[in-house]
């Protein structure tokens, strides 16, 4: 082949190769372009968001961040959560669910260790990781919902304010359409939504009972408090020992087998007592507005429907968790069916494990005790008794028992301001079928029984 022979074949090599090079960066200029329009247009419905620099990151990157389910690089931060402990719990899982929908990290909220209910500026905050395990949370929780903390944050001044709308216009409809649209375009740019307003509790509800549950799964307390609470239900537990072993000494020959037996089981009653001026006035209210005349219970109501629970006479330690203003009202310990052995905090002795610390905590520790009961008896329209029996209800859903009513169960709530059978209270479990937690929400009735 003599030289102008070779030079026309490179010339015509060359032109091939440059007209393929040419056809392989529009396919990859191309590709791109779509990637970038289809993941702007679908960011609000659980597929990352991305900015001019985000499209740089490899294929391989992109399925290990939705294989880790929330986002880690997008944040949420909601205001300071207030008011007693389980509309704080109500709160912040309502929080992390907005964070959830939003496909971001919620950062840790600050709590209220003090119960003010109008003077926001008396309230005093404490922190999220100070009453619950911030690690564990997310350990439980992973790829559901997730905790962040500020230190976390990579750009403080990217920051969208999102003001949450009020009033009777601002309709659960149009608060589901307002957080759909700051799930995308240029609101979900922003590395930090910052919620300004209202308490998340006073937040519309979009989430259903199951999903709360999930997250209340995931809240397990700080070992500090977590050890105080052990303290008050061994001592529980210490009483009901001494009184069986003395019942068992007088009914037969006390032998090694009856007291290792007495020793192993020390069974409790705890009852979320209601019967506090207060409450009494705003249940009576509550019957007159909502024409339901199964709210407000007295002592004694609650006393004699307790009684008819436990048929037999041995002793059994009933815990009354009641308000600091009962604690010297002795009637609230009379009364009570033979075998029934009724103690408070002050009768109890452990008045002092409480006292040293602020509200928020000393609830934290009565919820505790109360949740770890045999047997749970409180009020259908009490927050508090509500998110126990609703912890219960998990409990037992995780072992397949879906109804209480018919059978006898581990983990038994009752509510005592409903008449049950035999003249005892009604059986009790959470509805968690329901579409939001406003069935177990405070001024609610969740019967299922």
Known sequence: MDLSSKSKLSRLIGCQLTSLTYICLALVTTVLFLR??????????????????????????????????????????????????????????????????LNRTLLMPSLSASLFYKEIDRLQPISFDKVFQFDKFNSLCKGFVQLGRYSDLKNQTRIYDLQKGSGRKWTVERDMEH?????????????????????????????????????????????????????????IRQIVKKHRRKTEMIQSDFDANTENSSMATAPYIAVHMRVEIDWMIHCKKLEQRSGVKQICSSKQEIIERVGNIVSSESPTVVYLAVADSLLNDS?????????????????????????????????????????????????????????????RTQ???????????????????????????????????????????????????????
């Open 36 to 101: 970038a329009v289809l993941l702007h247009s679908f960011s609000g419905y659980g597929v990352i968001g991305w900015n001019n620099l985000d499209l740089i990151l490899s294929h391989s990157l992109l399925l290990n961040s939705r294989d880790e389910g929330i986002r880690r690089d997008k944040y949420l931060e909601v205001p300071q959560i207030v008011w007693g402990l389980n509309n704080q719990k109500i709160a912040f899982a309502r929080a992390c669910l907005t964070a959830r929908m």
């Open 179 to 235: 957080l759909k649209q700051s799930s995308r375009g240029h609101v979900d740019e922003h590395e930090m939504i910052r919620i300004v307003g209202k308490n998340p509790f006073l937040w519309h509800d979009h989430w259903p009972v199951e999903d709360y549950a999930r997250v209340f799964e995931c809240l397990v307390l700080v070992d500090e408090i977590s050890k105080e609470a052990d303290k008050v239900v061994s001592k």
């Open 331 to 391: 009637s609230i310990l009379s009364g009570w069916k033979k075998g029934l052995l009724p103690f408070e905090k002050k009768k109890l002795g452990v008045d002092g494990i409480y006292k040293k610390h602020p509200y928020l905590i000393q609830s934290a520790i009565d919820y505790e005790v109360c949740s770890r009961a045999n047997i749970f008896v409180g009020n259908s329209f009490s927050t508090f008794s509500s998110l126990i029996v609703l912890e």
């Open 395 to 449: 409990k037992m859903k995780r072992m397949g028992i879906t109804r209480s009513c018919d059978i006898d169960v581990r983990w038994p709530s009752y509510a005592y301001n409903i008449l049950g059978e035999s003249n005892g209270p009604q059986k009790w479990m959470t509805n968690m079928s329901d579409s939001t937690l406003q069935a177990i929400s405070y001024g609610s009735n969740a019967i299922t029984c």
